[in-house]
């Protein structure tokens, strides 16, 4: 069981790239979600889902889109790369009915 | 909308000393409430839960109570080790969204 699997771990791109950070869970979660943490900051939402096919936007949305076309994934794209983006990145899952969260590893992304 | 405030840090103890870090949430309804601990270079972990009113969650000596009254969900441990070295999240789940605080740096002097 592999729980919550975030790749790639490293990324550096130039400003101006586009990419997309992927996110796989193989627990059958319904509620889905990306956050950004930086220094003093916290993990601030991105984006969220609530099921296959429903996103919504947390409290930093700009420069990020995302879709939910089946349960397992949940990929964050970033449309044109900027440095203020430059941040680790976390996504998270759970159940309707856990109260548990599941976190993967991070994506660490740097922007020149 | 729904928001955690955590007490700003860095926190610095001795070793055996008494720790306390304050979380107040503002939220509609009644949302579960989390601690998360980061240590350095990792990711993020379950420290502890409490999904109603008046329930304690408890984990390595850790405690904190769900205070629906002054909507507070405060960090205790008796006697902190080294080894509690870390940054320390509460949040709170509402609505399939799991909303973090700023997060709290914990540093323990032998």
């Known amino acids: 069981n592999a729980g919550v699997t975030q790749t790639p771990k490293f990324q550096v791109l130039k400003t101006g790239q586009s990419m997309t950070l992927q996110c796989a869970q193989d627990?059958?979660?319904?509620?889905m979600s990306w956050y950004r943490q930086d220094p003093g900051m916290g993990l601030r939402l991105i984006h969220y889902?609530?099921?296959?096919?429903?996103?919504d936007q947390g409290e930093v949305p700009n420069g990020y889109n995302v879709s939910r076309s089946t349960t397992e994934d949940f990929p964050l794209r970033l449309l044109s790369a900027a440095p203020s983006q430059t941040s680790v990145y976390f996504c998270?899952?759970?159940?309707?009915?856990?109260?548990?969260?599941?976190f993967g590893d991070g994506t660490r992304l740097s922007i020149l | 909308g729904d928001s955690v405030t955590q007490m700003e840090g860095p926190v610095t103890l001795s070793e055996e000393a008494f720790l306390t870090i304050n979380c107040t949430y503002t939220?509609?309804?009644?949302?579960?409430l989390f601690w998360y601990v980061q240590y350095p270079g990792e990711g993020l972990q379950l420290l502890l839960k409490?999904?109603?009113?008046?329930d304690k969650g408890s984990n390595k000596g850790f405690e904190a109570t769900y205070r629906k009254e002054t909507t507070s969900f405060h960090l205790e441990k008796g006697s902190v080790q080294v080894s509690d070295s870390a940054v320390y999240f509460c949040?709170?789940?509402?609505?399939?969204?799991?909303?973090f605080g700023q997060g709290t740096e914990l540093s323990v002097k032998p």
């Open positions: 998270a899952s759970k159940g309707v009915r856990g109260a548990t969260w599941h």
């Open positions: 627990m059958n979660h319904e509620y």
């Open positions: 889902s609530v099921g296959a096919g429903i996103t």
């Open positions: 939220a509609t309804g009644y949302p579960s």
């Open positions: 409490a999904t109603k009113a008046d």
């Open positions: 949040a709170l789940d509402q609505g399939g969204k799991l909303i």
